[in-house]
């Protein structure tokens, strides 16, 4: 079994082959979860240049919940509404391989540097859909990487506008 930081930094590099280990290996689920916490608290720590102190908090919750909305509806629309022909995964497989999708979130935390914080959003952003793209088409079994896009546009879409809701509950600014 490859190291966690292995793992991570394959992820990072977009290694398919990392996401269809940990698809099939049903005790990185732990291991994919720490990805998950680490980005969650890294964006959160990265807010506090926006939020102040709050934004520790905002951001990490903000982000777990974001994550957690974003592979299930991944999960849903990619085995119910987009299943492609060799599709069959459960939760378990998609949670594994979306979670260390995350792996570029841990990048947030320099978020706290305020003029950088809207670079480092957007780049890191844009490198976690990617690493998203890679992690369903295999999770799902996927031959062409066109249908991944769409599941995982949809959604990210869906959960940016949760997320935006959060923290417009929370008094926050995204």
Do not use: H, K
């Not at 841990?106 to 978020?111: D, H, P, Q, S, T």
């Not at 670079?119 to 990487?145: F, H, N, P, S």
Request: charged content about 10%; some cysteine.
């Amino acid at each position: 079994m490859s190291s966690f930081t292995e793992r991570m930094m394959r992820a990072a590099r977009l290694d398919a082959q990392l996401y269809e280990e940990v698809e099939a290996d049903q005790t990185a689920m732990g291991q994919a979860m720490g990805v998950v916490v680490l980005s969650s608290v890294a964006t959160g720590i990265g807010m506090i240049g926006i939020t102040g102190a709050i934004g520790i908090v905002v951001g990490t919750i903000g982000a777990l919940v974001g994550w957690y909305i974003w592979a299930l509806l991944t999960y849903y629309i990619g085995t119910r509404l987009l299943p492609g022909p060799q599709t069959q995964a459960d939760v378990g497989q998609l949670l594994r391989t979306t979670g260390f999708s995350s792996t570029p979130g841990l990048l947030r935390i320099f978020g706290i540097i305020s003029p950088l914080n809207s670079i480092v959003q957007v780049v890191t952003g844009v490198w976690m859909l990617i690493a998203m793209i890679v992690a369903v088409r295999q999770a799902l079994d996927y031959e062409t990487t066109g249908r991944a896009v769409a599941v995982c546009v949809v959604g990210f879409i869906v959960q940016i506008l949760v997320l935006a809701l959060i923290f417009a509950l929370l008094g926050g600014n995204p």
